[in-house]
């Protein structure tokens, strides 16, 4: 798929923050592209995004995954998103007890970062930003949050984190999922292989034992 990277004129570090995010997706990104543009500086409702990408850039969400960063602030339901640092291109669905829905078609995958609300250390840190896109993608797949205190991903309870917690990597589990990621996405598969991964989902031990085998003669 195509990384398609949307930012300011002014904006630092684009290109590490692709390589970045083609090295945790080796197997998804085949190529990136900057877009240079001020469309996305001031303030924003978040039902704007979307329309406003798809005039800026008609992609093919088929085969696009767009990362916007947003020069400014961005607000749903005229609630300014002061604490949010990222998210998701497109809202997730949701179910009655407030947990994501499994995709069964292709969403439109991307991020929006957002640099103003970030701490001043990690802000201009690329591998930040990349892993912060990165987590953003992660959550239309539903991880579950808090599943390793050493995680990037969500390691502590929505605002509780920290500074230091910026500059945490991806655990084990999140990598294997992310190595995972090939296109074409087949979203039912990956959402069972999610729950095998971080343990919601038991595995049958013929089947580890296939998989085993599998890894063994692709060595």
């Known amino acids: 798929m195509n990384l398609r990277f949307v930012c300011s004129r002014e904006f630092k570090g684009a290109d590490e923050i692709c390589n970045r995010v083609q090295m945790y997706l080796p197997g998804l990104i085949t190529q990136a592209e900057i877009i240079r543009s001020e469309a996305f500086k001031g303030f924003f409702d978040t039902l704007e995004i979307v329309p406003t990408i798809e005039r800026l850039l008609r992609p093919d969400w088929k085969r696009d995954i767009i990362f916007v960063v947003i020069q400014g602030a961005l607000y749903f339901a005229d609630i300014e998103l002061t604490e949010a640092v990222g998210c998701t291109v497109e809202g997730l669905p949701i179910k009655a ?65 920290t500074v230091e917690d910026c500059w945490k990597d991806y655990c084990s589990k999140c990598r294997e999922f992310m190595g995972l990621l090939k296109e074409p996405l087949d979203f039912r598969r990956l959402f069972v292989r999610m729950e095998e991964i971080y343990g919601l989902r038991r595995v049958p031990w013929w089947q580890r034992g296939i998989r085993r085998l599998r890894r063994l003669t692709q060595i």
């Not at 990690?122 to 579950?144: M, S, T």
Request: neutral net charge; aromatic residues 10%.
């Open 97 to 161: 007890d407030g947990t994501a829905k499994a995709f069964t078609e292709m969403p439109k995958l991307g991020a929006l970062l957002l640099p103003n609300n970030m701490s001043v250390a990690p802000r201009g840190d690329v591998g930040y930003l990349a892993r912060v896109g990165l987590k953003e993608l992660l959550h239309y797949f539903r991880i579950p949050e808090k599943h390793d205190d050493g995680c990037f991903f969500h390691c502590k309870t929505f605002g509780e984190a």
